[in-house]
Nanobody
Framework: QVQLVESGGGLVQAGGSLRLSCAAS????????MGWYRQAPGKQRELVAT???????NYADSVKGRFTISRDNAKNTVYLQMNSLKPEDTAVYYC???????????????WGQGTQVTVSS
């Protein structure tokens, strides 16, 4: 089994910054794509950013230029640096990862438990 544990959420004023971390642990042979999604109250979960195993990022238009996704493959960890935060960024942020537990099994998709980010105006 694989666990994803997020940290770094909190309350920040508009214009401020936060850095989220998500560490994967357990039976890990290889991690493919990793990413961050968010879900605001009453809304569907939406993509924030993803990053390939080779480090190529992909961002939602709403966060381009403000958020930066990165990963440390040696630590099985993905990060989300969030700058110039806006009240509309308020949501629960979820980490996900495609993880293969052995060389002969296809990867499975895992989710973290979520971390709350609240941006006050």
């Amino acid at each position: 089994q694989v666990q994803l544990v997020e940290s770094g959420g909190g309350l920040v004023q508009a214009g401020g910054s936060l850095r989220l971390s998500c560490a994967a642990s357990g039976r890990i042979f290889n991690i493919n794509a990793m990413g961050w999604y968010r879900q605001a109250p009453g809304k569907q979960r939406e993509l924030v950013a993803t990053i390939s195993s080779g480090g190529s990022p992909n961002y939602a238009d709403s966060v381009k230029g403000r958020f930066t996704i990165s990963r440390d493959n040696a630590k099985n960890t993905v990060y989300l640096q969030m700058n110039s935060l806006k009240p509309e960024d308020t949501a629960v942020y979820y980490c996900n990862a495609d993880v293969a537990s052995s060389w002969f099994n296809p990867p499975n998709h895992y989710w973290g438990q979520g971390t709350q980010v609240t941006v006050s105006s």
